[in-house]
T-cell receptor
């Protein structure tokens, strides 16, 4: 089974901090994705990547950036955390259509 | 154009009943329609998926019904069990492309 591992389950950060969320997958998938999950809004795509060094903006990229230096690792960066970025962040990977998600990181910005 | 609208937002069903969750889409380029199931503290997991060349797909107690002309698809859970209590997301994409998710439905199955 493909495993997608997110480095932290819970994070509490202060407003203005730079925050790194890490995601690693172990099945050589080309595609990786970052979503945020908020009640009533479903899963909204922040950024995605179809290859190493490649990145594409999703639907809500403002305030975020990403890094993919190695195929298995996709990092989400909050340049200057704000309270409206308090959310559940989900990483996913795929080879084609079926996504495998990590367990999520619940980020609270205070 | 990219939206997927899901309803209801929450659903309460008695054990043994049928749970029905509906989704509608606009983008005619969508040709892959999965459903994901999410338990508390876990990421979503692929439950069942359909492509528009068939109108229905069944896997155990879970069935997807697909209406291409209406641009709608739905998830039916037969003989619903308390263990089915979870959040369900529909999604859609052009094949091999990024998924667009619905808003989610929180299903509660009472014993």
């Amino acid at each position: 089974d493909v495993k997608v591992t997110q480095s932290s389950r819970y994070l509490v950060k202060r407003t203005g901090e730079k925050v790194f969320l890490e995601c690693v997958q172990d099945m050589d998938h080309e595609n990786m994705f970052w979503y945020r999950q908020d009640p009533g809004l479903g899963l909204r795509l922040i950024y995605f990547s179809y290859d190493v060094k490649m990145k594409e903006k999703g639907d809500i990229p403002e305030g975020y950036s990403v890094s993919r230096e190695k195929k298995e690792r996709f990092s989400l960066i909050l340049e200057s955390a704000s309270t409206n970025q308090t959310s559940m962040y989900l990483c996913a990977s795929s080879l084609w259509d079926g996504y495998t998600f990590g367990s999520g990181t619940r980020l609270t910005v205070v | 154009q990219q939206q997927v609208k899901q309803s209801p937002q929450s659903l309460i069903v008695q054990k043994g009943g049928i749970s029905i969750i509906n989704c509608a889409y606009e983008n005619t380029a969508f040709d892959y329609f999965p459903w994901y199931q999410q338990f508390p503290g876990k990421g979503p997991a692929l439950l069942i998926a359909i492509r528009p060349d068939v109108s229905e797909k069944k896997e155990g107690r879970f069935t997807i019904s697909f209406n291409k002309s209406a641009k709608q698809f739905s998830l039916h859970i037969m003989d619903s069990q308390p263990g089915d209590s979870a959040t369900y997301f529909c999604a859609a994409s052009p094949s091999g492309s990024r998924l667009t998710f619905g808003e989610g439905t929180q299903l509660t199955v009472n014993p």
